[in-house]
């Protein structure tokens, strides 16, 4: 039977969501804490696999397995074996037709910011310190020009493997709260350092660098070598994946923090 399941992550001391070979993965720890629980080996699919020191609150995947094990003790028993810095959330039973990865509908990110004089010792792997003033609100306007269906070449990793550079943003916010400068974004799909290249684009806005106008001057150019500087991982992270109705998969729980 297929079983999806929800995860949330801290990726500090993780190369992020895939197995690697020399290297200790969040894909790899849940393998191996579901596969003590079905007594068998087994692959685990995401919907969104994330890079290294890159958090999720709302990560969602799946995998075959022979074993029956009520949902609850899938979790249980996955967070028992499981280091500190993983947890499952959820488990549900579903069709073979359910897919973490290609039938998301739609994924949300949210990128998180420290804008004060000092650096901080709680939040050091959390957010992006950012000592100089941001303006969130020129953030945000000139933001607004990445809605819709574009192509996203200039804002995409140069070594992004992704067919096509179209996506759909649905999404794009910057709001402050206290200290703190938080981007939500959201869109069908996201194509590699997508949301860590906007993030910096609208940060170089935001200090005064840029103009408004510069995030849609580099859209209509479609050439990353000329775009801003990739914002660091730590501030990055999944918040949501959405589905179907008809897969019943659960909401993502409210965190906290960010």
Known sequence: MRVAI?????????????VQQHAVSVQS??????????????????AGRTDADVHASGQVAHFDTAAVRPERAWVLG?????????S???????????????????????????NRSTRSALLRDRAVWVHRPLDEQQMHEAGQCLLGEHDFSSYRAQGCQAKSPVRWLTRLDVQRRGD???LEVRANAFLHHMVR?????????????????????????????LGGVTAPPQGLYLVR?????????????ETAFP
């Open 6 to 18: 929800g995860i949330e992550y801290d990726g500090c001391g993780f190369h992020g969501w895939q």
């Open 29 to 46: 720890c849940v393998e191996q804490a579901l596969a003590r629980v079905a007594a068998h080996p087994l692959r685990v699919q995401c």
């Open 78 to 86: 996955a967070n028992a074996n499981l280091p500190d810095g993983v």
């Open 88 to 114: 499952l959330t959820w488990a549900r039973r579903v069709s073979d037709a359910f897919n973490a990865r290609y039938s998301a509908t739609g994924r949300a990110y949210r990128y998180v910011i420290l």
């Open 180 to 182: 703190l400068v938080v």
């Open 197 to 225: 290249n906007i993030a910096g684009v609208l940060m170089a806005v935001g200090r005064g660098d840029a103009g408004v106008d510069w995030p849609r001057t580099l859209l209509e150019q479609r050439d990353r070598a």
């Open 241 to 253: 994946v959405d589905y179907p109705e008809h897969f019943a998969i659960p909401e993502p729980a």
